[in-house]
């Protein structure tokens, strides 16, 4: 079957700080992975992507890889802001299916 | 700004009442859909619309009936609900069904007295 796993939040970080959100998935396939981000009272904005194995998908600071030998797709970012606050879903979709599988979810503060 | 636009932004409805939800998209995607979103949780999948054809249901009780009129339209017409209803209700669209990545409105926050 197909299945997302996050790291458990909250992650309660300083301003500056390094972040690394874990995501793992269990998929058939070669699926397409993404990272979405919804501040407060928003929807899901898509913050990257990745197609397939060893891509790196990047945009606004973050990045993540595609690792099919880890079955990883973490998000990192070199420099947390106040504004980047937010919770953070690990997603894939199947290369065959027609369907989004969602993480929990992980829930970011970035204090000053 | 999001390209995928939700009205009304918040509705408060009685559990007798008749309402929709209305979603509009004008990328040129044909590939439309509906989620349900409490606090603290992820998406849920409701329906899934293709070329204007209902692809997915998943079991969605029938006092939610969803309606696609054109390729840049997407109703979810409430009637009856119940309080456990009250949630986030988020509409995406996608360029086909697939691994595509999907585009999300800021959603309707709905709440059932």
């Known amino acids: 079957g197909n299945s997302v796993t996050q790291m458990e939040g909250p992650v309660t970080l300083s301003e500056e700080a390094f972040l690394t959100i874990n995501c793992t998935y269990t998929a058939t396939g070669y699926p397409s992975l993404f990272w979405y981000v919804q501040y407060p009272g928003e929807g899901l904005q898509l913050l990257l992507k990745?197609?397939?194995?060893?891509d790196k998908g990047s945009n606004k600071g973050f990045e993540a890889t595609y690792r099919k030998e880890t079955t990883s797709f973490h998000l990192e970012k070199g420099s947390v802001q106040v504004s980047d606050s937010a919770v953070y879903f690990c997603a894939l979709t199947p290369n065959t299916g027609n369907q989004f599988y969602f993480g929990t979810g992980t829930s970011l503060t970035v204090i000053p | 700004d999001t390209e995928v636009t939700q009205t009304p932004k918040h509705l408060v409805m009685g559990m007798t009442n008749k309402k929709s939800l209305k979603c509009e998209q004008h990328?040129?995607?044909?590939?439309m859909y509906w989620y349900k979103q409490k606090a603290k949780k992820p998406p849920e999948l409701m329906f899934v619309y293709s070329y204007e054809k209902l692809s997915i249901n998943e079991s969605v009780p029938s006092r939610f009936s969803p309606e696609c009129p054109n390729s840049s339209l997407l109703n979810l017409h409430l009637h009856a609900l119940q309080p456990e209803d009250s949630a986030l209700y988020l509409c995406?669209?996608?360029?086909?069904?697939?691994?595509?990545?999907?585009?999300f409105g800021d959603g309707t926050r709905l709440s059932i007295l």
């Open positions: 990328m040129g995607h044909r590939a």
């Open positions: 995406a669209s996608s360029q086909v069904l697939g691994n595509q990545p999907q585009h």
């Open positions: 990745a197609t397939k194995a060893d």
